[in-house]
């Protein structure tokens, strides 16, 4: 699992490791670690020709100290000042190394085979100034490959959120510890291919992070697997409120997930029953309403809904519910909140902006504090969708959850409903609320994944790969 940290929590894990070590130690490993990755980048050191973009603080200092060594290993180091002083030590070592200033910031960057990006790192708030602008867009503009330190300057370590003109790198070396802005978009999209330095931070970070992203074996010990004595009703029933007469296509989706999220069966309530039958026989069909359906474990109620009532009948109910689409419609909080089984929201930035009365923009600038709101306001476990899917829990001090899979080819209609019945089912399964939803949004971005190799894809190529996604996971 990769577990991010705010900055002051970083921070004060480095401030009682350097009260142990001489001074100027963990800027060497920072440092050391930093210059590694870059020769990997450069794959031949000696006559490369690298550039230091350096502020005045540490992050600036990190970079001269990397430059350094790259310098004694042969290569053309030169730094272009963007702060009222650089770090004084880092500049002596690098000068003592061989590097320079550079007179002419874009003659050297015009030939640069790296650029290294020593700007403001996680300190950095609102954007860069404006004299970095125009360096840091000639940078860009080169062929040379960018490399950030810690954090591309210019967006917000803690929140993702980029407040005016950034780096965009190709790479990032982060220190210690991954910080929530390198998971989360828009910063994301900036960081490029992210590595994580070890400085020696193990142990001095608190056990429960900021943010958190499972891999394979988390994900893995996650999933429902049936015994011996298992029957399809002890393996969970996901029931399904979803489609219309003008959407029964939703509800065809929404089965599709379902069907192949590890629960026993699926019991299909609303008006597109031929349409789901006349692709998925195995579903329990019934005309409603959800109250006489028939025993669940979970609802789903939402995807393709139009009108179609049964939201209320469903929220009444004693089982975990899933909301979606249709559904998010008109909630009211107060409800949500009084229910005795756990409520999940799977909205996209479109529908969470509607439900906390934003404009989209701003959900979509600041996901992390969306997401948060939303589940404590609804007292709900909240998977909010998009290009870095989040699922928050309700109560506090729990880490938020970042999807790491997915494929921008999943913006297509209708997989959004393959997600719901998909997450319902791992629901009625007995998953946990927020292992349920952190655990589809895997599922369902690695299916994306094998479905698309880079072409478009129909959300039923995504339902139709789950169970390769499933085998990729536990083995």
Same mark, same amino acid.
């Given at each position: ?8 929590t ?8 350097m ?39 540490? !992050? ?6 990397a ?5 004694? +290993? ?7 000042? $963007? ?16 590097g ?8 050297? $960057? ?6 290294l ?8 708030? /609102? ?12 940078a +860009? ?14 967006v ?43 400085? /020696? ?20 010990r ?11 009703y ?27 999220? /590890? ?32 025993r ?5 109620? /939402? ?25 998010l ?51 709900? &476990? ?5 290009? &870095? ?13 970042? !999807?790491? &899979? ?7 209609a ?22 349920a ?20 894809i ?18």
């Amino acid at each position: 699992m990769r577990t991010a940290y705010r900055v002051e929590t970083v921070r004060a894990a480095e401030a009682e490791l350097m009260a142990r070590l001489p001074e100027g130690a963990l800027m060497q490993r920072a440092a050391a670690g930093l210059a590694a990755v870059c020769a990997g980048l450069l794959g031949r050191v000696y006559g490369a020709r690298v550039v230091l973009l350096v502020g005045s603080g540490d !992050n600036g200092g990190d970079a001269l100290y990397a430059g350094a060594r790259l310098a004694r +290993r042969g290569a053309g180091v030169s730094v272009v000042p $963007l702060g009222p002083r650089a770090h004084e030590a880092g500049l002596a070592a690098l000068r003592g190394a061989g590097g320079s200033v550079a007179e002419d910031p874009y003659e050297v $960057l015009a030939g640069a085979d790296l650029v290294l990006d020593g700007i403001t790192g996680i300190g950095g708030r /609102g954007g860069l100034r404006p004299d970095a602008v125009p360096v840091v867009r000639a940078a +860009r503009g080169s062929d040379a490959v960018v490399v950030a330190v810690d954090l591309p300057s210019g967006v917000d370590a803690d929140t993702g959120e980029v407040a005016g003109e950034a780096v965009r790198a190709d790479a990032t070396v982060t220190f210690g510890a991954y910080k929530p802005g390198l998971l989360i978009d828009p910063a994301r999209e900036y960081a490029g291919a992210v590595r994580l330095v070890d400085i /020696g931070l193990a142990g001095r970070l608190p056990s429960v992070p900021e943010l958190e992203a499972l891999q394979h074996e988390d994900v893995a010990r996650l999933l429902p697997v049936p015994v011996a004595e298992s029957d399809k009703y002890r393996r969970g029933v996901v029931g399904l409120v979803a489609g219309s007469a003008r959407y029964p296509g939703a509800a065809v989706l929404a089965v599709a997930g379902a069907l192949r999220g /590890g629960a026993g069966a699926v019991r299909y309530v609303g008006p597109a029953g031929e349409s789901v039958l006349a692709r998925f026989p195995e579903t329990l069909v019934h005309t409603g309403p959800p109250g006489k359906a028939g025993r669940v474990q979970a609802w789903v109620i /939402g995807p393709g809904l139009g009108d179609t009532p049964g939201i209320d009948d469903v929220l009444e109910s004693d089982v975990p519910v899933l909301v979606d689409a249709d559904g998010l419609r008109h909630l009211d909080p107060a409800v949500l909140r009084a229910r005795p089984a756990p409520t999940v929201l799977t909205p996209h930035a479109g529908e969470a902006a509607a439900l906390l009365g934003v404009a989209r923009e701003e959900v979509e600038a600041g996901r992390l504090d969306a997401v948060r709101e939303l589940a404590a306001r609804f007292g709900a &476990t909240v998977l909010l969708k998009g290009s &870095t899917t989040l699922v928050a829990g309700p109560a506090r001090g729990t880490p938020v959850r970042v !999807n790491p &899979t997915g494929t921008s080819w999943l913006a297509t209609a209708g997989s959004g409903d393959v997600l719901s019945g998909l997450t319902g089912s791992l629901l009625a399964a007995g998953l946990a609320p927020r292992d349920a939803a952190s655990a589809g949004a895997y599922l369902h971005g690695l299916a994306a994944r094998r479905a698309s190799r880079d072409a478009p894809i129909a959300a039923h190529d995504v339902a139709a790969a789950l169970p390769d996604a499933w085998r990729d996971v536990r083995d």
